[in-house]
């Protein structure tokens, strides 16, 4: 399997942070994709990329039938528990984006928030997403685009992280619609919408709070730095936050396509 090594390293960064404050900041992607995708009892629902399960237990309480997958075991743990805590029949298993352990057409629904942009091979990811959702199933994704809040929060962590390995994708390029129509646009009939959802913060000191403690790339690589490093990043992070405050509060806009598709 291509990219081994870095997916098992992303495997434990991801899972590394607590995740659910990440959450709450974009809930609204979450309600967004689910609407779109008119989660209905009876609909066999694959969830990718799952995370702590935000998308698959909102598709579960509207009676489909879920089974969200994601590369972090420790997110999956949380997801489970979330399940049973909230009475619900959703499934979670450690799988891979790029290979996925289902059969051909086996799901009626195929959804990931801001989800499998993260893996590092995309044209395996789009076959996957395509060959595991039935002929006439919805795919449903939300990616960041390349002019959004977070790829600038990227862009402040990017000299501070270790170069990508050769053949790695750029996340961001799914947030481009020639990009996804490129990788998706033969097997699905694709509707692609540019929408925002507004990260609200008192300072950018709380952000960088919130990321550094709960969001698994900030952590993981704040615990890589040494001091004099660790010091320069929390001081860029602030710094781009800041210029995002609009009066008394920080307002980062975010930026993403909420993409459906049929399958051909
Ligand atoms: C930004 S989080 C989004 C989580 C969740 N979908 C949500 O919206 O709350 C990105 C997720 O993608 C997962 N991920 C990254 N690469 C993956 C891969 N190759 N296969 C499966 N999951 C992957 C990470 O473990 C992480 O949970």
Same mark, same amino acid.
């Given at each position: 399997m291509a990219f081994e090594e870095l997916k098992n390293r992303q495997s434990v960064m991801w899972g590394s942070g607590p995740y659910e404050p990440i959450v709450e900041i974009t809930s609204e992607i979450h309600e967004a994709l689910v609407d779109a995708l008119d989660a209905k009892p009876g609909q066999r629902w694959l969830d990718v990329?799952? &995370?702590?399960g935000a998308v698959a237990l909102r598709a579960a309480r509207a009676g489909a039938e879920v089974i969200g997958v994601d590369l972090a075991p420790a997110l999956v743990a949380r997801a489970k528990e979330k399940a049973t805590a909230a009475g619900l029949r959703a499934r979670f298993e450690t799988g891979d984006a790029e290979a996925l352990k289902f059969e051909d057409a086996g799901f009626d629904v195929v959804s990931s928030a801001i989800g499998t942009?993260?893996?590092?091979d995309h044209p395996a990811v789009a076959g996957e997403l395509a060959r595991v959702c039935r002929p006439g199933g919805r795919l449903g994704l939300a990616c960041w685009t390349p002019t959004s809040g977070v790829a600038d929060m990227f862009a402040v962590m990017k000299p501070f992280m270790p170069a990508p390995a050769p053949g790695v994708g750029n996340?961001?390029?799914? &947030?481009?619609p020639e990009y996804v129509q490129r990788m998706l646009g033969t097997d699905f009939d694709l509707t692609i919408e540019e929408r925002d959802t507004v990260l609200h913060a008192d300072s950018g000191e709380q952000v960088w709070e919130t990321f550094a403690t709960a969001y698994g790339p900030t952590k993981t690589l704040v615990g890589s730095l040494d001091d004099e490093e660790r010091g320069r990043l929390h001081r860029e992070w602030v710094a781009m936050f800041e210029r995002c405050r609009v009066g008394a509060r920080i307002e980062q806009s975010r930026t993403y396509l909420l993409i459906t598709g049929t399958r051909h």
């Open positions: 990329a799952t &995370g702590t942009q993260f893996a590092p996340t961001f390029d799914w &947030g481009r």
